[in-house]
């Protein structure tokens, strides 16, 4: 049984063949699913897949790219559907400074105000770094995050700061880039966090598993992560499987 605890269902690149998506992600083993929404379209998506799947659940936020279009209208939306049944979590959210649409004051402030949000709400959040890991933290530790926690999703740094992360109670998540070859920090940290703390995702339909890189990431892909943890680690795929589903089922309060 595994747990996909990052994906885009709702992105275009699935609007072809969702239904068969899913059942190749069941075939696989893969029971849940998170689905994430993050913008004026992808949100009320995720809602709708999650209502229709009753082992496919919604985080709803607003993607620091975009962070210059969010209005406090688009706040207050959110805070609407963080009482939605299937919404687990608020995100993802955070700071990505490779694109320039969006300043990154205007970020860090949406930012900031939806780990507000989700103090007042007492949910955990999901974020998204780009290219500002130090910023990231230090938001993070600035906004005292620490009182509702989290995912780092899809880590990508160093070990130091994720154990910076893991003291902030929030858990590390792993994807694709675990698998890849030249992918040195990401191989180090599976090893160097306990298997209690870490979670698996796709992030689909971006960042596919070797041996699928630059192709068109699902669900299913996820057992490909687990099963590099599983190597890494010296530890069977089973294990890594039935912890970090149980890790996801209690870190989103879902009852299995």
Not at 86 to 95: F, I, S
Request: proline letters at 5%; hydrophobic letters at 40%; glycine letters at 6%.
């Amino acid at each position: 049984m595994l747990f996909d605890t990052h994906v885009h269902l709702n992105a275009d690149q699935f609007e072809e063949d969702l239904e068969e998506t899913i059942q190749r992600a069941q075939d696989a083993g893969v029971e849940y699913m998170t689905v994430v929404g993050f913008d004026r379209k992808t949100i009320p998506k995720a809602i709708e897949i999650a209502e229709n799947n009753e082992r496919i659940y919604a985080a709803v936020g607003w993607h620091p790219v975009d962070a210059i279009d969010m209005t406090e209208a688009d706040l207050e939306w959110i805070e609407e559907l963080s009482s939605h049944p299937k919404v687990v979590a608020l995100g993802e959210m955070g700071l990505d400074y490779h694109w320039d649409k969006s300043p990154e004051e205007t970020q860090k402030e949406v930012f900031r105000k939806q780990i507000r949000l989700a103090k007042k709400v007492k949910m955990p959040i999901i974020i998204h770094n780009r290219e500002a890991t130090e910023d990231i933290v230090q938001v993070l530790k600035e906004e005292e995050a620490s009182e509702v926690g989290g995912i780092m999703h899809c880590y990508s740094g160093p070990v130091d700061i994720a154990k910076e992360c893991l003291d902030m109670n929030f858990m590390i998540s792993l994807g694709g880039p675990v698998t890849f070859k030249n992918a040195k920090l990401p191989k180090e940290v599976a090893k160097a966090v306990d298997l209690k703390n870490l979670l698996i995702e796709t992030d689909c339909p971006f960042l596919a598993p070797h041996p699928n890189r630059g192709k068109r990431n699902e669900p299913a892909y996820v057992k490909l992560v687990a099963e590099q943890i599983a190597e890494l680690k010296g530890v069977s795929y089973e294990e890594v499987s039935q912890v970090t589903t149980s890790n996801a089922l209690e870190f989103f309060g879902i009852k299995s």
